[in-house]
């Protein structure tokens, strides 16, 4: 407690202002005590209001707005008794007031105390949490002590600019920064576009209504145009169903009648909430009270219930839909960041992303990594329901997201954006040089491809072929299995873009946090489960048509490779070889031209590491997956964001790995390659090549920066940095050792933001 006092002390004297020094105790406060909400209210200058100046834990935009009478509520309480009060449950308090705005109604557990200086009451500090608990001793002392030194600062305030200075400067003063998981590097200005998944209740944030009247209208038009829909499917059914089943039609009419339903959501709309807020609310309700229901016919009826409010909320989604209204610079926020839904936004404008799940190795990351778009991951505090239209910064490099800057901190991002424009601009003068190392070490750089929009930049980047390419992408966007034609027409565009380059083709690896919307899985533990090679298996059918179309689209021009993810046995790889020698003999019988493709297998789980020789026996060569590599070997979850911390590719575990792999391809006389995300970091490239490594696959927007990597450090000084790093026991040690020495070498600007 003490060094957090200390540190405290020192955050809060450095702070520029009160208000940064008020938001700086909320936030600290709320991780050390591990609370859920901290809040600060002062008194104002007539001594009449206490008003919120800070806040952790509460709806945004709630500092500077929420005002309560002296003696009203618990805070008022606490401010008379100039006493903490500490209570289990504050609801339970006759005293207890909350106010809806702040949204701290969900919060049990109360601690309150008094901020005194020279005996008067300045104010009241509090912290909340939802569990019912009574705070402990060490924390009613942990909040006086703060208090108390708040209390001096706080009277130093008033009398230099008196209650109405620090009232304006709170409200000029609304930014907030949240704390995610780097996902992209790169810094982004722009107005936050929220984005949640379209027909689905539970996504629906909340929204301030702006216009009560014109809500309302929108509602009973959606409403309507449900109604609609009920009576057109009533009469199709007309005939075909029992009387009794028919008569459901007319109890869901009586449901959507203006005076049912109607008259609940537009109360809620009246209250301040939007239509689609206000309808996932009353649904929701009644869903929950029919499935309490004791009878079973009627807990069915939620489902019914769900139904309609979903048909209702695709009317009211339909016209934000049709004409979607988005700025020139778009931040696209959402709790999770899907493929389709980066494909709906106009690229040209999108220059940022934050997910509130995922991270640094989730799909969506790697995606947004391969557009060059900087982005933030595992942002869990993102405040959704309030953030459309804010002003943000993205900072991929440190995922961290500034909501409101202030105009300071918009100005300095604004040098490190031009800084870092021109760092990549020089960078482009290396398209046409090769990967050598300055000693005359040549180590081929090639791209991962997924999107087709990969392939003009892959090939403005100077990439010597396709190391990887995702081709569950095409399967992602589509609502079926493509066909063979299909996918043989995506592969051939592929293949001839780069030939005479070579293209390395992975099967499908759906399943862990790939899903197909037409082909569910669901599974306790996805990433052990069934996906990749396992799944394909399984499923020859989709296999063979998938090798078909890629040996078909490679006639006439022989530069395919086939690379087999997840595969975690020889006889796994055994059974995949023989479907390809399959596939083969059937498409070169339609086509004498087709070459035999080169076969690799994929390391990116622990016993193929353990396994690589006899796979390099059985392959053309290997490639290391480093991200799946990382996840397995650490058992760390590559998309969990809580445990983003300790999933590092650097890992001495992972390095001890990856040498095993190299050389036991290398034993063989095989070539070994790297395609998961480490290949396209600047710090391990560094490591990748002192290992040996043949050729490293990364996203083109990577591809100019390690290349720049690859030229400045000769082979000799990269062994010797992974000799150094191979001393080392900690992944931050090795991180630092690698940034220094990028530093060193004047390539900073890499791995920070700026030059
Ligand atoms: C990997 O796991 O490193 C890899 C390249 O495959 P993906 O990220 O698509 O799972
Ligand atoms: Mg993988």
């Not at 980066?342 to 220059?351: C, F, G, H």
């Not at 791209?447 to 390419?469: F, R």
């Not at 997956?625 to 575990?653: C, E, F, K, M, W």
Request: proline share 4%; with cysteine; charged share 25%.
């Amino acid at each position: 407690m003490l060094n957090f006092l200390r540190k405290i002390t020192q955050e809060v004297n450095a702070a520029q202002g009160l208000p940064d020094a008020l938001n700086l105790v909320v936030e600290r406060i709320c991780e050390f005590m591990n609370v859920e909400a901290v809040s600060i209210y002062l008194l104002d200058e007539a001594g009449k209001n206490f008003l919120l100046i800070a806040s952790k834990g509460f709806k945004p935009g709630s500092d500077g707005k929420i005002s309560i009478k002296k003696e009203q509520g618990l805070i008022g309480l606490v401010a008379q008794r100039e006493e903490p009060i500490n209570l289990e449950e504050a609801q339970a308090h006759e005293k207890y007031v909350y106010f809806k705005k702040t949204g701290e109604e969900i919060y049990k557990a109360f601690l309150g105390v008094p901020i005194i200086h020279q005996r008067k009451v300045l104010g009241v500090m509090v912290a909340q949490q939802r569990e019912k608990r009574k705070f402990d001793e060490n924390e009613e002392s942990l909040m006086l002590t703060v208090s108390a030194q708040l209390a001096g600062l706080i009277a130093h305030a008033k009398a230099q600019g008196g209650f109405e200075g620090i009232k304006r400067a709170v409200k000029g003063k609304q930014s907030k920064q949240i704390k995610g998981i780097p996902g992209a590097p790169g810094v982004a200005i722009g107005e936050a576009v929220p984005s949640y998944a379209l027909a689905d209740l539970d996504a629906v944030p909340n929204r301030e209504v702006e216009d009560t009247e014109k809500e309302i209208e929108i509602f009973n038009d959606a409403l309507s145009l449900a109604r609609d829909e009920i009576k057109v499917l009533s009469k199709r059914l007309q005939g075909s169903l029992p009387e009794e089943e028919q008569a459901l039609f007319d109890a869901y009419l009586k449901i959507l009648d203006n005076e049912s339903l109607g008259v609940e959501v537009i109360t809620l709309i009246k209250q301040g909430n939007w239509a689609q807020g206000a309808l996932r609310d009353v649904i929701k309700q009644h869903v929950r009270h029919y499935e309490e229901m004791d009878d079973e016919y009627l807990r069915e009826r939620a489902a019914d219930l769900r139904d309609l409010g979903r048909r209702v909320l695709t009317y009211l989604q339909a016209e934000e839909q049709a004409t979607p209204d988005y700025p020139d610079q778009i931040i696209l926020v959402g709790s999770e960041i899907t493929a389709a839904k980066l494909a709906e936004i106009p690229r040209e404008k999108l220059v940022g992303i934050v997910s509130a799940r995922g991270s640094s190795n989730s799909h969506a990351a790697i995606l947004a990594r391969s557009m060059g778009i900087p982005t933030v991951m595992g942002a869990v505090d993102l405040p959704l329901a309030n953030i459309k239209g804010q002003q943000l910064i993205v900072d991929g490099y440190h995922g961290k997201v500034y909501i409101s800057p202030s105009a300071t901190l918009h100005r300095e991002f604004q040098r490190l954006m031009r800084e870092e424009k021109e760092l990549y601009d020089g960078l482009e003068a290396l398209q046409t040089e090769q990967a050598v190392t300055p000693d005359g070490h040549h180590l081929p750089l090639l791209v991962n491809a997924g999107l087709a929009a990969d392939i003009p930049s892959s090939l403005d980047v100077g990439a010597e072929g396709v190391g990887l390419y995702r081709t569950e992408v095409p399967f992602m966007i589509r609502d079926r299995f493509p066909s063979e034609k299909e996918q043989q027409q995506i592969y051939r565009q592929l293949l001839e873009a780069f030939s005479p380059r070579p293209v390395i083709m992975r099967t499908l690896d759906v399943g862990g946090d790939k899903a197909l919307p037409y082909f569910s899985i669901k599974e306790e533990n996805p990433f052990l489960g069934w996906r990749g090679l396992r799944l394909t298996l399984d499923h020859p059918e989709i296999f063979l048509v998938q090798i078909r179309a890629m040996l078909l689209a490679s006639s006439g021009l022989n530069n395919l490779g086939i690379m087999i993810p997840m595969v975690t046995s020889i006889s796994e790889m055994l059974e995949a070889k023989k479907l390809i020698q399959q596939a083969y003999e059937e498409v070169s019988e339609e086509d004498p031209q087709i070459e035999q493709p080169k076969i690799g297998a994929m390391i990116e789980v622990p016993s193929a590491v353990y396994q690589a020789e006899d796979f390099a026996v059985e392959c053309d060569f290997l490639s290391v997956g480093s991200n799946d590599l990382t996840q397995y070997l650490l058992a760390v979850d590559r998309n969990n964001s809580r445990v983003a911390n300790i999933y590092d590719s650097l890992h001495p575990a992972v390095l001890q790995a990856l040498i095993q792999v190299v050389s036991s391809a290398h034993a063989q006389g095989k070539q070994a390659s790297v395609c998961g995300e480490m290949a396209g970091d600047p710090a391990s490239a560094i490591l990748l090549l002192a290992m040996g490594y043949n050729t490293l696959s990364m996203n083109a927007t990577s591809l100019a920066s390690v290349k720049w990597v690859i030229r400045s450090f000769t082979l000799k000084q990269a062994q010797d940095l992974l000799a150094k790093a191979l001393l080392l026991k900690d992944p931050n040690a090795i991180r630092d050792l690698l940034n220094h020495a990028l530093e060193e070498a004047g390539l900073g600007g890499l791995v920070r933001a700026g030059k």
